[in-house]
């Protein structure tokens, strides 16, 4: 009997393929920044981008796919923020690193347009739409990795990731916020952080015994 031949290792894409990948996926985050989802089109990425479609095709199968990548690479922006130096001899409590983390996720928000129109704006897309709930549990545990680099957490639901409900609890508000008025208000990213800081504490006691450092 002939045996299969082995399963080739998955490449990674050659450098000239990312560079079109990044062309590609910039020229999507200008045009949705300036028009929206709805009239988002493979056409007007490829023109953008200066290529013609089929090299848009190559790579994405179509305009879902382009906002599943451009999701993606919001997410990794979001993750980046929790990466960033935090002083943790400036924490009293666990609230002033929830108020932290969320302040700095909306101000992404706040700063990206993109990021707007693809996790804020209601456009109907549900390949968009479930990328981002994977992604928002991703975000979730590697939130909670960083209180418990802080605070000793108390035992958690195994069938509720806390963090990436809070996440999503939040979003739901800055979202209302872009619905009623276009825009982020001020009034309304408050709401959201306290949205945020407020499903939190329905798991977390008032008081949690912060570590003597960082990661002990």
């Known amino acids: 009997m002939t045996k299969p031949s082995p399963a080739l290792p998955t490449r990674r894409p050659r450098a000239s393929s990312q560079t079109r990948i990044r062309q590609i996926l910039s020229s999507a985050r200008e045009l949705l920044a300036e028009q929206g989802a709805a009239t988002l089109s493979v056409y007007a990425v490829a023109e953008r981008a200066g290529i013609p479609p089929s090299s848009v095709y190559h790579f994405f199968s179509g305009v879902p796919a382009l906002l599943a990548a451009l999701t993606a690479d919001v997410h990794a922006t979001f993750r980046a923020s929790l990466e960033q130096p935090i002083d943790h001899q400036s924490l009293t409590s666990w609230r002033d690193l929830s108020r932290l ?19 804020l704006v209601q456009h109907g897309l549900g390949e968009v739409t479930q990328t981002d709930q994977r992604l928002d549990l991703e ?19 195994q069938d509720i990731d806390v963090f990436a409900m809070a996440l999503e609890l939040g979003d739901r508000v800055y979202a209302r916020s872009i619905q009623l008025y276009g825009s982020l208000t001020p ?3 408050e709401e959201g952080l306290r949205v945020f800081d407020a499903y939190l504490g329905l798991y977390l006691p008032p008081y949690l015994s912060k570590r003597q450092s960082a990661g002990h």
Not at 101 to 119: F, G, P
Not at 139 to 157: D, T
């Open 187 to 189: 009034r309304m990213a």
């Open 101 to 119: 983390i969320e302040q700095r996720m909306l101000t992404i928000y706040e700063q990206d347009s993109a990021a707007r129109q693809l996790i």
């Open 139 to 157: 975000l979730g545990q590697a939130m909670q990795a960083v209180f418990e680099r802080h605070f000793a957490l108390p035992p958690l639901p």
